[in-house]
C-alpha cells in the first residue's frame, strides 16, 4: 500500500461538497487499505461535515473498513450461484486455515479476510479474490494450496 | 490512445475536436465527406475492414480476458501466448476481448489467419497454449477444444472447409445476441473497432435528424421495458423526465448490479462499453441532461477501468464534452464508484448515495424523474436497457418490437449460473422457455442429476420448479409463477441443493443488506431468519423453549411474509420475501421434512445430519478429531474413530476433513 499523504488526497478536493464524501473515502482507503480515525477527522475537517455524519455515511456501506487489513485481503464470493455451489464450504476451510473470523486480520498481518456479496464470476463458482486475483472453482482442498502459494511467495521475497 | 482518426482527414476537412462537424462519424466510417477524393475514401473503406478485422495482414490471437476468463486463467494463457510468439519469433497480433459469454469453457482462445474465419477455443490453460498455437498457425485445429468457426462477414473471407460454425453450437444456436453482439468479438479499448461495427452511427443520427420528442417516442413505441427489474417502458420514463422544466437535469445508469447471481453488466461494460456509453448519450439528449453518472459497483475494478477509458476516448473524438457532433447538445459524464451495498439499486437509494448520503430509499412520489438528484429531474437506467438504444434508433422500433411476447419486447441477457454443464451469459428472445435454456443452451444438469428448480430475480425473486420449466419468459409470465425477470440472474439447482436452506441463504443476505428505514423490512426480515435457522437447528441444540418457538414461527412465517410485502417501504423490502413464499408454495414437503421429521432430503443442513464414521474404511489418521470443535470424536490414533453423538453439534467440519470417505451423514 503507497503510503500517499493524506493532504495530497484532500488538496484533490478543496471546494467538494457533500457528493465528493464517498469518493473521498474510497480515494483514502485506497491508499491506506482502511479509514482511520485521523483520516475520517481530516476529511471531516475538508468538507465541513460532523465526523458522526461521515461515519454514518461510511458504516452503511460494506466497503470501507475501519481497520488496517492484512498484507493479502481475501474476498470470500457469496452470492446465489456461489452458495449453490458450496461457498459456505469454503469459507468455513479458509477460517480453519487462518483462525480468523470475517473482518479480522491474522496475527502476522498477513491475511484479512472479508465476505462480499458477489464478484460477478458466477459462471465459474464458487470464487474468492486473493488481492486482485480472482480464483475459479475453487474446492476446500484448494484453500490450503492457494494461501500458501502466497505465504511462500512473501517468504521468498524476505 | 492511439492516433484519432479524423487527424488522417487531411486538408479540407474542418472537424476538430473544438470545432465538431455533425458528419463525423459517417466520415470516418466511409472516408471525408467534405472531400471529393475518392483515395481518401478507399482508405477509410479498408481502415474499417481492418478495425473489423475483415483484412488481416497477420494472424490475430484474441482472449477472452473478462473478469470471468482472469478466473479462469486468462492471464497466465497471455503470457504463454506471448512466450511463444516470441520464441518462434511469429509476427502476430494478439487481442485482449471480452467475454464472449461462455464462461465454463474460459478461457477461450480464437485465432484468425489472413483470409479466413476466425476460430474459437475453449479450455486454453497456459500448458495448452504451444501445442495449439503449433497446429492453429498451420490451419490444423485441435479438434478436442475447438469450439467452431465464425461465420465469415464477407467475400474476401473463406471458411474452413471441415469445421463447425460457432453460430450452430447448441450453446449459441437458440439465442438471439442483440445486446452482446460485439462481446467476446471486439477489442473493447478500442472505440475505432465499435465504430466500423456501425457503433455511434445511432448517435449521429439522433443529434442530426431528431427531436428529443421523437427519440423518445421511438424508444416507446419500441416497447422497451427496464432490464433492471421491475420492467417499467424506458421511453415513457424519458418523457416524464423531458416533459419537466428545469435549468438542470440528470442522467444516471445504474450497473450496481447488487443481485448475486447475475453479471451481464460487467459482461456488457468489459466487452463492450461503448454500446452502453451511446445508449447513455442518447438517453441524456432525449431528456435534456447535461451531465451524466455511472453509478458502478466498486467490484468491478476491470469494468470501471475499461469504461473510464471509454469515455476518455469518447471524449477525444468529440462524441462526449460540449457541442457533441455540432448539435450544441454538451454531455459530461462521471463515474460513480458504489460503495457495495444492495438497497442502492433502487433509484432512490442509489440518489442518496450519489449525493453521498447513506443509501436510503424515500417514499415516492415525487418520482425522480421530477425530482431526483439534488432534487432535479432525473432518470436511471440500467445498463442493458441502454445497451439496446442504439440498436432500437438505427433499426427502428417496429424492428425491435418484431421480437418477443405481446408485453416483453426484444431480448433479455441472462447469466445461466449454478449446477448446469454450460454457464455463462445469454441472450435469449423474450418468450424462449426456461427449458429450452436450461437444457439446450446450458446443456443440462452436470453429473447425472435431476433438476429441482431455477432461481430467478436474485433475492426479490422466486423460484421456478420442474413442472414450470415450459414457461415463456417474460415479465408477466414470471410473475404469475411467484418469480421476477429482475435482473437476470438464473441459478439452476439441482437435487442435491436444498430450498429450505435456499431461503435461508437469502433472507439472510436481506436482512444483512435492509438499510434499516421502515420496521417491517429491518425486523419482518430478521424474524423471518430467525424461523428458518429455528426450522434447520437440530433438536439437540435447542434448549428451553425453543422447540415451541419453532412451531410457533412456522405458523407465522407466512403472515409475516405478506406484511412484509404489504407495509414495506420500498422495493427491497416489497420483494424481500419472496424467495420464502415461493419456496413455501413449490416445495412445501421439503419444509415439512425439515419441520416434523427433523430431516433434510437434500442433506444440506449439516445441524439435521447424523455423522458415523466407518470403522472398515477409517485409518485412525485423527485428522477429523483434531477438526472437531466440539470434540465429539475418540479414538487411539491409527484405530478407526467414533462420534459421540452427544457432543456432535453437526458442524459437518469431519466431513469435509476426512480424505478416506469414512465419515458418513445421514
Given at each position: 500500500?503507497?503510503?500517499?499523504?493524506?493532504?495530497?488526497?484532500?488538496?484533490?478536493?478543496?471546494?467538494?461538497?457533500?457528493?465528493?464524501?464517498?469518493?473521498?473515502?474510497?480515494?483514502?482507503?485506497?491508499?491506506?487499505?482502511y479509514l482511520s480515525r485521523d483520516a475520517v477527522i481530516q476529511i471531516g475537517r475538508q468538507l465541513n461535515l460532523p465526523v458522526s455524519k461521515i461515519y454514518?455515511?461510511?458504516?452503511?456501506?460494506?466497503?470501507?473498513?475501519?481497520?488496517?487489513?492484512?498484507?493479502?485481503?481475501?474476498?470470500?464470493?457469496?452470492?446465489?450461484?456461489?452458495?449453490?455451489?458450496?461457498?459456505?464450504?469454503?469459507?468455513?476451510?479458509?477460517?480453519?486455515?487462518?483462525?480468523?473470523?470475517?473482518?479480522?486480520?491474522?496475527?502476522?498481518?498477513?491475511?484479512?479476510?472479508?465476505?462480499?456479496?458477489?464478484?460477478?464470476?458466477?459462471?465459474?463458482?464458487?470464487?474468492?479474490?486473493?488481492?486482485?486475483?480472482?480464483?475459479?472453482?475453487?474446492?476446500?482442498?484448494?484453500?490450503?494450496?492457494?494461501?500458501?502459494?502466497?505465504?511462500?511467495?512473501?517468504?521468498?521475497?524476505? | 490512445?492511439?492516433?484519432?482518426?479524423?487527424?488522417?482527414?487531411?486538408?479540407?476537412?474542418?472537424?476538430?475536436?473544438?470545432?465538431?462537424?455533425?458528419?463525423?462519424?459517417?466520415?470516418?466510417?466511409?472516408?471525408?465527406?467534405?472531400?471529393?477524393?475518392?483515395?481518401?475514401?478507399?482508405?477509410?473503406?479498408?481502415?474499417?475492414?481492418?478495425?473489423?478485422?475483415?483484412?488481416?495482414?497477420?494472424?490475430?490471437?484474441?482472449?477472452?480476458?473478462?473478469?470471468?476468463?482472469?478466473?479462469?486463467?486468462?492471464?497466465?494463457?497471455?503470457?504463454?501466448?506471448?512466450?511463444?510468439?516470441?520464441?518462434?519469433?511469429?509476427?502476430?497480433?494478439?487481442?485482449?476481448?471480452?467475454?464472449?459469454?461462455?464462461?465454463?469453457?474460459?478461457?477461450?482462445?480464437?485465432?484468425?489467419?489472413?483470409?479466413?474465419?476466425?476460430?474459437?477455443?475453449?479450455?486454453?490453460?497456459?500448458?495448452?497454449?504451444?501445442?495449439?498455437?503449433?497446429?492453429?498457425?498451420?490451419?490444423?485445429?485441435?479438434?478436442?477444444?475447438?469450439?467452431?468457426?465464425?461465420?465469415?462477414?464477407?467475400?474476401?473471407?473463406?471458411?474452413?472447409?471441415?469445421?463447425?460454425?460457432?453460430?450452430?453450437?447448441?450453446?449459441?444456436?437458440?439465442?438471439?445476441?442483440?445486446?452482446?453482439?460485439?462481446?467476446?468479438?471486439?477489442?473493447?479499448?478500442?472505440?475505432?473497432?465499435?465504430?466500423?461495427?456501425?457503433?455511434?452511427?445511432?448517435?449521429?443520427?439522433?443529434?442530426?435528424?431528431?427531436?428529443?420528442?421523437?427519440?423518445?417516442?421511438?424508444?416507446?413505441?419500441?416497447?422497451?421495458?427496464?432490464?433492471?427489474?421491475?420492467?417499467?417502458?424506458?421511453?415513457?420514463?424519458?418523457?416524464?423526465?423531458?416533459?419537466?422544466?428545469?435549468?438542470?437535469?440528470?442522467?444516471?445508469?445504474?450497473?450496481?448490479?447488487?443481485?448475486?447471481?447475475?453479471?451481464?453488466?460487467?459482461?456488457?461494460?468489459?466487452?463492450?462499453?461503448?454500446?452502453?456509453?451511446?445508449?447513455?448519450?442518447?438517453?441524456?439528449?432525449?431528456?435534456?441532461?447535461?451531465?451524466?453518472?455511472?453509478?458502478?459497483?466498486?467490484?468491478?475494478?476491470?469494468?470501471?477501468?475499461?469504461?473510464?477509458?471509454?469515455?476518455?476516448?469518447?471524449?477525444?473524438?468529440?462524441?462526449?464534452?460540449?457541442?457533441?457532433?455540432?448539435?450544441?447538445?454538451?454531455?459530461?459524464?462521471?463515474?460513480?464508484?458504489?460503495?457495495?451495498?444492495?438497497?442502492?439499486?433502487?433509484?432512490?437509494?442509489?440518489?442518496?448515495?450519489?449525493?453521498?448520503?447513506?443509501?436510503?430509499?424515500?417514499?415516492?412520489?415525487?418520482?425522480?424523474?421530477?425530482?431526483?438528484?439534488?432534487?432535479?429531474?432525473?432518470?436511471?437506467?440500467?445498463?442493458?436497457?441502454?445497451?439496446?438504444?442504439?440498436?432500437?434508433?438505427?433499426?427502428?422500433?417496429?424492428?425491435?418490437?418484431?421480437?418477443?411476447?405481446?408485453?416483453?419486447?426484444?431480448?433479455?441477457?441472462?447469466?445461466?449460473?449454478?449446477?448446469?454443464?454450460?454457464?455463462?451469459?445469454?441472450?435469449?428472445?423474450?418468450?424462449?422457455?426456461?427449458?429450452?435454456?436450461?437444457?439446450?443452451?446450458?446443456?443440462?444438469?452436470?453429473?447425472?442429476?435431476?433438476?429441482?428448480?431455477?432461481?430467478?430475480?436474485?433475492?426479490?425473486?422466486?423460484?421456478?420448479?420442474?413442472?414450470?420449466?415450459?414457461?415463456?419468459?417474460?415479465?408477466?409470465?414470471?410473475?404469475?409463477?411467484?418469480?421476477?425477470?429482475?435482473?437476470?440472474?438464473?441459478?439452476?439447482?439441482?437435487?442435491?441443493?436444498?430450498?429450505?436452506?435456499?431461503?435461508?441463504?437469502?433472507?439472510?443476505?436481506?436482512?444483512?443488506?435492509?438499510?434499516?428505514?421502515?420496521?417491517?423490512?429491518?425486523?419482518?426480515?430478521?424474524?423471518?431468519?430467525?424461523?428458518?435457522?429455528?426450522?434447520?437447528?437440530?433438536?439437540?441444540?435447542?434448549?428451553?423453549?425453543?422447540?415451541?418457538?419453532?412451531?410457533?414461527?412456522?405458523?407465522?412465517?407466512?403472515?409475516?411474509?405478506?406484511?412484509?410485502?404489504?407495509?414495506?417501504?420500498?422495493?427491497?423490502?416489497?420483494?424481500?420475501?419472496?424467495?420464502?413464499?415461493?419456496?413455501?408454495?413449490?416445495?412445501?414437503?421439503?419444509?415439512?421434512?425439515?419441520?416434523?421429521?427433523?430431516?433434510?432430503?437434500?442433506?444440506?443442513?449439516?445441524?439435521?445430519?447424523?455423522?458415523?464414521?466407518?470403522?472398515?474404511?477409517?485409518?485412525?489418521?485423527?485428522?477429523?478429531?483434531?477438526?472437531?470443535?466440539?470434540?465429539?470424536?475418540?479414538?487411539?490414533?491409527?484405530?478407526?474413530?467414533?462420534?459421540?453423538?452427544?457432543?456432535?453439534?453437526?458442524?459437518?467440519?469431519?466431513?469435509?476433513?476426512?480424505?478416506?470417505?469414512?465419515?458418513?451423514?445421514?
Open positions: 500500500m503507497a503510503s500517499v499523504d493524506i493532504n495530497q488526497i484532500l488538496a484533490k478536493y478543496a471546494n467538494a461538497g457533500r457528493d465528493a464524501l464517498i469518493p473521498l473515502l474510497q480515494e483514502v482507503q485506497e491508499s491506506y487499505g454514518g455515511v461510511a458504516t452503511f456501506y460494506n466497503q470501507f473498513r475501519f481497520h488496517a487489513p492484512g498484507k493479502f485481503h481475501v474476498q470470500v464470493c457469496r452470492g446465489t450461484a456461489c452458495h449453490v455451489k458450496g461457498s459456505a464450504g469454503v469459507l468455513e476451510a479458509i477460517k480453519r486455515h487462518l483462525k480468523i473470523e470475517p473482518g479480522q486480520t491474522t496475527r502476522d498481518g498477513m491475511f484479512s479476510l472479508e465476505i462480499v456479496a458477489c464478484i460477478g464470476v458466477c459462471g465459474l463458482a464458487p470464487v474468492i479474490r486473493v488481492g486482485e486475483e480472482v480464483y475459479a472453482e475453487v474446492t476446500p482442498d484448494k484453500v490450503k494450496r492457494i494461501l500458501n502459494s502466497y505465504r511462500r511467495k512473501e517468504a521468498a521475497n524476505e | 490512445m492511439s492516433e484519432l482518426l479524423f487527424n488522417r482527414f487531411g486538408e479540407g476537412c474542418w472537424h476538430q475536436t473544438q470545432k465538431p462537424c455533425p458528419d463525423l462519424v459517417d466520415c470516418l466510417r466511409e472516408g471525408p465527406k467534405c472531400q471529393q477524393n475518392e483515395e481518401k475514401k478507399a482508405e477509410y473503406a479498408k481502415l474499417m475492414a481492418v478495425y473489423r478485422r475483415d483484412t488481416i495482414a497477420k494472424p490475430v490471437i484474441y482472449l477472452g480476458m473478462g473478469t470471468c476468463g482472469l478466473g479462469a486463467g486468462a492471464g497466465k494463457t497471455l503470457a504463454a501466448i506471448k512466450a511463444y510468439l516470441n520464441e518462434k519469433a511469429i509476427d502476430a497480433d494478439v487481442v485482449e476481448v471480452g467475454c464472449i459469454g461462455m464462461c465454463s469453457a474460459e478461457p477461450l482462445m480464437d485465432v484468425q489467419l489472413p483470409g479466413r474465419t476466425r476460430v474459437g477455443f475453449t479450455h486454453v490453460t497456459e500448458d495448452k497454449v504451444a501445442a495449439l498455437l503449433d497446429g492453429a498457425l498451420k490451419g490444423e485445429f485441435d479438434r478436442e477444444a475447438l469450439l467452431g468457426q465464425l461465420k465469415p462477414q464477407h467475400d474476401g473471407i473463406k471458411a474452413w472447409d471441415d469445421l463447425p460454425f460457432m453460430e450452430d453450437h447448441d450453446f449459441f444456436k437458440p439465442q438471439t445476441r442483440w445486446v452482446l453482439v460485439n462481446c467476446g468479438l471486439i477489442d473493447p479499448g478500442s472505440i475505432e473497432e465499435y465504430i466500423s461495427r456501425g457503433g455511434y452511427t445511432a448517435l449521429a443520427k439522433v443529434l442530426k435528424s431528431m427531436t428529443q420528442q421523437e427519440v423518445c417516442a421511438e424508444v416507446e413505441t419500441s416497447g422497451l421495458r427496464g432490464r433492471g427489474g421491475a420492467g417499467f417502458p424506458a421511453g415513457t420514463k424519458w418523457k416524464f423526465a423531458l416533459r419537466e422544466s428545469s435549468n438542470q437535469k440528470y442522467f444516471i445508469c445504474n450497473a450496481d448490479e447488487g443481485d448475486p447471481g447475475a453479471f451481464m453488466d460487467r459482461a456488457v461494460i468489459e466487452g463492450d462499453p461503448h454500446r452502453m456509453l451511446e445508449g447513455m448519450i442518447i438517453g441524456a439528449y432525449a431528456i435534456g441532461a447535461d451531465k451524466a453518472y455511472v453509478y458502478i459497483r466498486a467490484e468491478y475494478p476491470l469494468a470501471i477501468k475499461r469504461l473510464a477509458a471509454a469515455i476518455e476516448q469518447a471524449k477525444a473524438y468529440g462524441l462526449l464534452g460540449e457541442n457533441i457532433l455540432d448539435s450544441g447538445f454538451n454531455l459530461k459524464v462521471i463515474i460513480k464508484q458504489g460503495a457495495g451495498a444492495f438497497v442502492c439499486g433502487e433509484e432512490t437509494a442509489l440518489i442518496h448515495s450519489v449525493e453521498g448520503k447513506r443509501g436510503m430509499p424515500r417514499p415516492r412520489p415525487p418520482f425522480p424523474a421530477v425530482s431526483g438528484a439534488f432534487e432535479k429531474p432525473t432518470i436511471i437506467n440500467n445498463v442493458e436497457t441502454l445497451a439496446n438504444i442504439a440498436s432500437i434508433i438505427n433499426n427502428g422500433a417496429s424492428w425491435f418490437n418484431a421480437i418477443g411476447t405481446e408485453r416483453s419486447k426484444g431480448t433479455k441477457v441472462f447469466a445461466l449460473s449454478g449446477k448446469v454443464n454450460r454457464t455463462g451469459l445469454v441472450e435469449v428472445a423474450m418468450g424462449t422457455t426456461v427449458r429450452q435454456i436450461i437444457e439446450e443452451i446450458g446443456g443440462g444438469i452436470g453429473n447425472g442429476k435431476a433438476f429441482k428448480a431455477v432461481q430467478m430475480g436474485g433475492p426479490s425473486g422466486g423460484c421456478i420448479p420442474q413442472q414450470h420449466m415450459d414457461i415463456e419468459i417474460d415479465y408477466d409470465s414470471l410473475k404469475k409463477v411467484g418469480a421476477i425477470m429482475g435482473s437476470g440472474g438464473m441459478v439452476v439447482m439441482d437435487e442435491d441443493n436444498c430450498m429450505v436452506d435456499v431461503a435461508k441463504f437469502f433472507m439472510d443476505f436481506i436482512q444483512r443488506e435492509s438499510c434499516g428505514k421502515c420496521i417491517p423490512c429491518r425486523e419482518g426480515t430478521k424474524r423471518m431468519l430467525e424461523i428458518l435457522k429455528a426450522i434447520t437447528r437440530a433438536r439437540r441444540t435447542e434448549g428451553g423453549f425453543q422447540a415451541l418457538e419453532r412451531f410457533k414461527g412456522i405458523m407465522y412465517l407466512q403472515k409475516l411474509a405478506e406484511v412484509i410485502q404489504d407495509c414495506s417501504l420500498c422495493a427491497l423490502g416489497q420483494t424481500a420475501p419472496n424467495p420464502v413464499l415461493s419456496t413455501l408454495r413449490w416445495f412445501h414437503d421439503e419444509y415439512e421434512a425439515h419441520i416434523f421429521d427433523r430431516k433434510c432430503p437434500a442433506g444440506v443442513c449439516t445441524e439435521l445430519l447424523i455423522y458415523d464414521i466407518d470403522a472398515e474404511k477409517c485409518t485412525g489418521c485423527t485428522a477429523c478429531a483434531t477438526q472437531c470443535p466440539a470434540e465429539a470424536i475418540m479414538g487411539k490414533p491409527k484405530t478407526p474413530h467414533y462420534i459421540v453423538q452427544d457432543k456432535c453439534i453437526g458442524c459437518g467440519s469431519c466431513l469435509t476433513t476426512c480424505r478416506f470417505d469414512a465419515i458418513t451423514a445421514s
